[in-house]
T-cell receptor, first 114, second 115 residues
Framework: AQSVTQLDSQVPVFEEAPVELRCNYS??????LFWYVQYPNQGLQLLLK??????LVKGINGFEAEFNKSQTSFHLRKPSVHISDTAEYFC????????????FGQGTRLTINP | NAGVTQTPKFQVLKTGQSMTLQCAQD?????MSWYRQDPGMGLRLIHY???????DQGEVPNGYNVSRSTTEDFPLRLLSAAPSQTSVYFC??????????????FGPGTRLTVT
């Protein structure tokens, strides 16, 4: 069985500052990794995903994440955040055999201060 | 395309009442899933379906039933509502297999309160 731990429940940053949201996973098999974003009162939207290949994955809205197999991590980064990035971010994993069966982390609430 | 639609947006039930949350998608996706979102717990899988006529349990299936008679629709039934089922419910759909990229498309959610 897989599990996902998001190490920070809340991350406050100033506008135009860089940000890193941390995600660690555990699994006994190869995994697919995802970051989803949830804006207030909305559903979830895919930011980026790692299925195979290059370990540095670029997504929408200037976000990127790096898959580190040895550290079982998939941290999300953005070099300069904007007020519109205020949202909740979820890291998720699937084992590939059941890609529709996502296991989510607890979420990280990103708050951007002017 | 409307994508994934869910009805109702909000619902208040009394303990013991039953109801059905509706989910439909117009993308011809094979896979559909139901999740519940609770504060500090992320999203947890309730039930999922890999095609019409095929359903299976997820992590938290107790108290919920599903069926999939068509590709488009995947309703979630609460048999006898309990306060522990107060949550936000999300339906999602995706193409099957690696060719679909494994991206799940989420509906806007149904906020359910059980008193």
């Amino acid at each position: 069985a897989q599990s996902v731990t998001q190490l920070d429940s809340q991350v406050p940053v100033f506008e135009e500052a860089p940000v890193e949201l941390r995600c660690n996973y555990s699994s006994s098999v190869s995994v697919y990794l995802f970051w989803y974003v949830q804006y207030p009162n909305q559903g979830l939207q895919l930011l980026l995903k790692y299925l195979s290949g290059s370990t540095l994955v670029k997504g929408i809205n200037g976000f990127e994440a790096e898959f580190n197999k040895s550290q079982t991590s998939f941290h999300l980064r953005k070099p300069s955040v904007h007020i519109s990035d205020t949202a909740e971010y979820f890291c998720a994993v699937s084992d590939g055999r059941g890609a529709q069966k996502l296991v989510f982390g607890q979420g990280t609430r990103l708050t951007i201060n002017p | 395309n409307a994508g994934v639609t869910q009805t109702p947006k909000f619902q208040v039930l009394k303990t013991g009442q039953s109801m059905t949350l509706q989910c439909a998608q117009d993308m011809n996706h094979e896979y559909m899933s139901w999740y519940r979102q609770d504060p500090g717990m992320g999203l947890r899988l309730i039930h999922y379906s890999v095609g019409a006529g095929i359903t299976d349990q997820g992590e938290v299936p107790n108290g919920y039933n599903v069926s999939r008679s068509t590709t488009e629709d995947f309703p979630l039934r609460l048999l006898s509502a309990a306060p522990s089922q107060t949550s936000v419910y999300f339906c999602a759909s995706s193409y099957g297999g690696l060719a679909g990229g494994h991206e799940q498309y989420f509906g806007p959610g149904t906020r359910l309160t059980v008193t």
